[in-house]
C-alpha cells in the first residue's frame, strides 16, 4: 500500500509515507499472540488450522471446520460474529471490524472469499455455489506463480470463470500439474483435506450453563448441543470415539460445606461410535447414576480414542443382525441405572462339556473393552 513493500528499507517507506510509524518486528510476541488466538477458537471447534511462524506466508490465516457446530452456536452468520468477536478481543487493532472472515464449501474459495471481504461484513458462500462465487474474480487468484499468471493474462484468461469453462487437458498440456490444480480450484473443487492443526484424537468443546442448573433435565439439553457438535466433526472426518470424559464445574453458592468445585465422569462406549443420541443416552444415564452434589455452570464433554469408523457387513437375508450393537448399549445402559452387580452376560465356555449346565458362564457387562468402565 502506497509503494511499501515488504522488504523495502525502512528509510525509503519512510521517504513514501512519511507519516507512517513503523514497528520493530518481534516475531515471538507475534507468535504467543497466535498461539492464544488459536485457543480462542479451540473453544468453538476442535477443527482449527493455520501456522504461528510470522515467516510463513499464511500467517493471519485462520481456517475453522464448521461442521456441526450449528446446533451448538446458531447459524453460519452468528458463528462468524462469534468467532470474529473473540478474535477481535484476542489480536486486538480495532477489534471485530478489523477481521475478515468467508465461509465456503471448500479451503480454496472460504480463503478468497475473506480476503475479498469488507471487514466487518463476511462473506458467505452458498453451498454449491464455489463456482459461481469465483467466475468474475481475476485468474490470478488461482496460483502464486507468477510465470502461470503472466501466462493466464497473455491467453487472455483473465477471470476465473474463463477458466472453468476450458477443458481440463488443455490446462494441463499448457501448466502441466498446475493447470490441473487451477481447474480444479476454477471449478470449486476441493483439492486438499482440510487437515486440524491440532490431532483429531482429541475433540473437546464446553458450554456455560447460566443461570446453574441443579436439575438434570436442564443438563441433558446442553449435553445435546455438545454430543451433536462434536459427532458432526467424527462424522465429517470418517471417526469413530471410543469413550467419553464429561467435566462439571458446579456452583457453590448453595452448597453444603466440603463439596468439590469440579466433578469428572468418564464413560467407555461398547463400541466407537459416532452417534449422538446413543453418546447422549448413555452419559444422561451415568449423570442419573452419579449426580452432580451441586448446582452445575458449565459443562465440558470430551470425546476420546478415536480411530477411522469401521463398517459393518451385515447378511443379506438377516435383517436382525444390526440389533447386536444396539444390545450392547442397552446393557451398558441397564448396568447404569439398576447397578454393574445386576445385570450379567451369558458366555459359552465349553459347548462340549457333558453338562449343559458348565457349557456357559456368567460375565459382567462392566469390565473389558465391550463393557462400561467404572
Known amino acids: 500500500m502506497l509503494g511499501v513493500r515488504r522488504g523495502m528499507p525502512l528509510g525509503s517507506a519512510h521517504r513514501l509515507v512519511p507519516e507512517a510509524t513503523f514497528i520493530d518486528p518481534d516475531p515471538d510476541a507475534d507468535r504467543a499472540t497466535v498461539e492464544t488466538a488459536f485457543?480462542?477458537?479451540?473453544?468453538?471447534?476442535?477443527?482449527?488450522?493455520?501456522?504461528?511462524?510470522?515467516?510463513?506466508?499464511?500467517?493471519?490465516?485462520?481456517?475453522?471446520?464448521?461442521?456441526?457446530?450449528?446446533?451448538?452456536?446458531?447459524?453460519?452468520?452468528?458463528?462468524?460474529?462469534?468467532?470474529?468477536?473473540?478474535?477481535?478481543?484476542v489480536l486486538g487493532g480495532d477489534g471485530p471490524g478489523d477481521i475478515r472472515a468467508g465461509i465456503a464449501g471448500t479451503r480454496f474459495t472460504a480463503t478468497v472469499a475473506a480476503v475479498l471481504a469488507r471487514p466487518g461484513a463476511p462473506n458467505l458462500v452458498p453451498p454449491g455455489g464455489e463456482a459461481g462465487f469465483l467466475a468474475p474474480h481475476p485468474s490470478g487468484l488461482l496460483t502464486q506463480d507468477?510465470?502461470?499468471?503472466?501466462?493466464?493474462?497473455?491467453?487472455?484468461?483473465?477471470?476465473?470463470?474463463?477458466?472453468?469453462?476450458?477443458?481440463?487437458?488443455?490446462?494441463?498440456?499448457?501448466?502441466?500439474?498446475?493447470?490441473?490444480?487451477?481447474?480444479a480450484r476454477a471449478r470449486g473443487e476441493e483439492l486438499e483435506p482440510f487437515r486440524p492443526r491440532r490431532a483429531p484424537e482429541r475433540l473437546v468443546l464446553g458450554l456455560p450453563i447460566?443461570?446453574?442448573?441443579?436439575?438434570?433435565?436442564?443438563?441433558?439439553?446442553?449435553?445435546?448441543?455438545?454430543?451433536?457438535?462434536?459427532?458432526?466433526?467424527?462424522?465429517?472426518?470418517?471417526?469413530?470415539?471410543?469413550?467419553?470424559?464429561?467435566?462439571l464445574d458446579l456452583d457453590l453458592a448453595f452448597a453444603l460445606a466440603g463439596t468439590p468445585p469440579e466433578l469428572d465422569v468418564e464413560q467407555r462406549f461398547p463400541e466407537p461410535t459416532a452417534d449422538a443420541e446413543a453418546i447422549e443416552r448413555l452419559l444422561f444415564a451415568r449423570l442419573e447414576r452419579t449426580s452432580p452434589p451441586a448446582a452445575v455452570a458449565r459443562l465440558v464433554l470430551e470425546l476420546d480414542g478415536t480411530a477411522p469408523a469401521a463398517g459393518q457387513q451385515l447378511p443379506l437375508f438377516t435383517p436382525q443382525a444390526a440389533r447386536g450393537a444396539r444390545l450392547e448399549w442397552q446393557l451398558a445402559r441397564l448396568a447404569l441405572t439398576f447397578g454393574e452387580d445386576r445385570v450379567r452376560r451369558v458366555e459359552v465356555t465349553d459347548p462340549e462339556a457333558s453338562l449343559p449346565e458348565t457349557r456357559w458362564a456368567w460375565r459382567p457387562v462392566t469390565s473389558g473393552e465391550r463393557g462400561v468402565a467404572p
Do not use: C, M, N
Request: charged letters at 25%; hydrophobic letters at 45%; zero cysteines.
Open 39 to 89: 485457543e480462542t477458537l479451540a473453544a468453538f471447534s476442535p477443527g482449527i488450522a493455520g501456522t504461528a511462524d510470522p515467516l510463513d506466508a499464511a500467517f493471519g490465516l485462520f481456517e475453522v471446520q464448521t461442521d456441526g457446530l450449528e446446533t451448538l452456536w446458531g447459524t453460519e452468520p452468528i458463528l462468524i460474529g462469534r468467532l470474529t468477536e473473540a478474535l477481535g478481543r
Open 146 to 183: 507468477p510465470d502461470v499468471r503472466a501466462r493466464l493474462t497473455r491467453f487472455g484468461l483473465r477471470r476465473i470463470g474463463a477458466i472453468a469453462e476450458l477443458d481440463r487437458t488443455a490446462l494441463v498440456a499448457r501448466f502441466g500439474e498446475e493447470g490441473a490444480r487451477i481447474h
Open 210 to 247: 447460566e443461570p446453574a442448573a441443579e436439575d438434570l433435565e436442564p443438563l441433558r439439553f446442553v449435553l445435546h448441543r455438545l454430543a451433536v457438535a462434536l459427532t458432526g466433526q467424527l462424522t465429517a472426518r470418517g471417526l469413530a470415539a471410543s469413550r467419553a470424559r464429561l467435566h
